[in-house]
């Protein structure tokens, strides 16, 4: 694995893959839980959809630019 490999392993030696995009709004930080949005609602699924599937998901401020990261990790 390099640098710009995505796949890595955790402490407890499992394999993952970690995705971070980024994100420059500055207004909207993401809830520390996904919340279940209404079902006539025509956004608000992402997170919902990365919490159950992600083993681990949060928020990392971006160092060079407004905004934040937002990154999940998938174990094997």
Do not use: F
Not at 57 to 71: D, Q
């Amino acid at each position: 694995m390099t640098a710009a490999d995505p796949r890595r392993r955790g402490m407890d030696g499992t394999a993952a893959l970690r995705i971070e995009v980024s994100d420059t709004r500055t207004e909207r930080t993401p809830p520390a839980v996904a919340g279940t949005p209404c079902s006539e609602a025509e956004s608000g699924r992402g997170l919902l959809l990365v919490s159950r599937l992600a083993a681990r998901w949060g928020t990392v401020p971006r160092a060079a630019a407004p905004g934040k990261g937002v990154w999940a990790e998938y174990v094997r």
